[in-house]
């Protein structure tokens, strides 16, 4: 990761998982200290051991979340891992962020070249037309949380907020 090696357990652990030979970095939520997981759980561990122990949490989406459970050799050696996920993480959400904003960006202009505020229905058919299901409750959520001034439509700002967030 990031320039470093390490020939242990943890690289070996990650590369055969499951079956699978890799992990998308885009897919994982979170990085986990310490034997915090179910399958950790399901073993008796030392506090030696939890300091040495870290998870990858992740999801595929459509799948149900799973984790990568690793015990590291040395501290230095789990916080070279840690660390490191932790900034390729934050790398590939920023990016995904990025390409999700210019995605919805692109097809509200696409859609309405002169617009500067969108109705329910329009953010419903902006949604469709990106093959996205989401319920007509969903969207009066959406368009309630995020309509700032109240006015039942959306100006670009309030809709590049709920893109954001």
């Known amino acids: 990761l990031i ?20 992990v998308k970095i885009q897919e994982v939520t979170e990085i986990r200290n ?32 799973e984790t990568v459970d690793i015990i590291c050799s040395s501290e230095q050696e789990k916080a070279v891992w840690v660390d490191d996920l932790r900034k390729l993480v934050a790398i590939a959400n920023k990016y995904k962020n990025i390409k999700t904003k210019s995605i919805l960006e ?29 319920s007509n409750r969903d969207i009066v959520n959406l368009m309630n949380y995020y309509d700032s001034n109240h006015n039942q439509k959306w100006d670009f700002e309030e809709f590049e907020q709920m893109v954001v967030d």
């Open 34 to 65: 310490g034997q915090r997981t179910t399958i950790f759980g399901h073993r008796f561990y030392t506090e030696e051991e939890d300091v040495l122990s870290f998870s990858v949490i992740h999801q595929k989406a459509g799948f149900p979340i």
């Open 3 to 22: 320039g470093r090696k390490y020939e242990t357990q943890a690289a070996t652990i990650l590369n055969s998982y499951l079956g699978r030979n890799y």
């Open 106 to 134: 692109e097809k509200w202009y696409q859609l309405y070249p002169d617009a500067t505020i969108i109705t329910k229905n329009q953010l419903r058919k902006l949604f469709k037309s990106l093959h996205i299901r989401i």
